[in-house]
T-cell receptor, first 115, second 116 residues
Framework: KAGVTQTPRYLIKTRGQQVTLSCSPISGHRSVSWYQQTPGQGLQFLFEYFSETQRNKGNFPGRFSGRQFSNSRSEMNVSTLELGDSALYLC??????????????FGPGTRLTVL | AQSVTQLDSQVPVFEEAPVELRCNYSSSVSVYLFWYVQYPNQGLQLLLKYLSGSTLVKGINGFEAEFNKSQTSFHLRKPSVHISDTAEYFCAVSEVGGTNAGKSTFGDGTTLTVKP
């Protein structure tokens, strides 16, 4: 099976712009989670989607949003970019995410740089 | 709420020496525990996980971890490390059921550097 894919791998934006990141989970996986990784804050949970519904959300401002399509592909959007949004954004998929026992498979990430 | 503390931010060790990466957690409910490895410019890869049963869990690449409920710890060990084990290691916890099911909390990571 193909692994989790994320596009684009690298992205450079300027403050105030918006950005959309894409994640394609492993075939058959219905849960997709997003994480932000920075040197200062480490790995922080953004949100989780399961069957097109947001099931869990971390402590991020409303500028961060996401959605999941019927084929389980997910997109994450960040509006009005700030310098502090520069980070590696990781997507992880799991079979159904229920109970947290399912193994999460991570993609390689999208490196976002905000200038 | 759950939290994870990785007690060492950096662990240098010589090749073929044993290593232990320490992880403590806090949660008001039962949890699942995970260790992940991240190589430079890559995503995270699962090393092992504890769901239930035997407290000693064996994972990939010769790693193992022991769940200690009384000490709320889940330390990662390897009896003999290789240069290729140089990477960042993350401990993570996920609640069993409840409103936070599916939401993983990660530690800050431990950088393991294996020297020749």
């Amino acid at each position: 099976k193909a692994g989790v894919t994320q596009t684009p791998r690298y992205l450079i934006k300027t403050r105030g712009q918006q950005v959309t990141l894409s994640c394609s989970p492993i075939s058959g996986h219905r849960s997709v989670s997003w994480y932000q990784q920075t040197p200062g804050q480490g790995l922080q949970f953004l949100f989780e989607y399961f069957s097109e519904t947001q099931r869990n959300k971390g402590n991020f401002p409303g500028r961060f949003s996401g959605r999941q399509f019927s084929n389980s592909r997910s997109e994450m959007n960040v509006s009005t970019l700030e310098l502090g949004d520069s980070a590696l954004y990781l997507c992880a998929s799991s079979l159904n995410g229920l109970g947290g026992a399912n193994t999460q498979y991570f993609g390689p990430g999208t490196r976002l740089t905000v200038l | 709420a759950q939290s994870v503390t990785q007690l060492d931010s950096q662990v240098p060790v010589f090749e073929e020496a044993p290593v232990e990466l320490r992880c403590n957690y806090s949660s008001s409910v039962s949890v699942y525990l995970f260790w992940y490895v991240q190589y430079p410019n890559q995503g995270l890869q699962l090393l092992l996980k504890y769901l239930s049963g035997s407290t000693l869990v064996k994972g990939i690449n010769g790693f193992e971890a022991e769940f200690n409920k009384s000490q709320t710890s889940f330390h990662l060990r390897k009896p003999s490390v290789h240069i290729s084990d140089t990477a960042e290691y993350f401990c993570a916890v996920s609640e069993v059921g409840g409103t936070n099911a599916g939401k993983s909390t990660f530690g800050d990571g431990t950088t393991l550097t294996v020297k020749p």
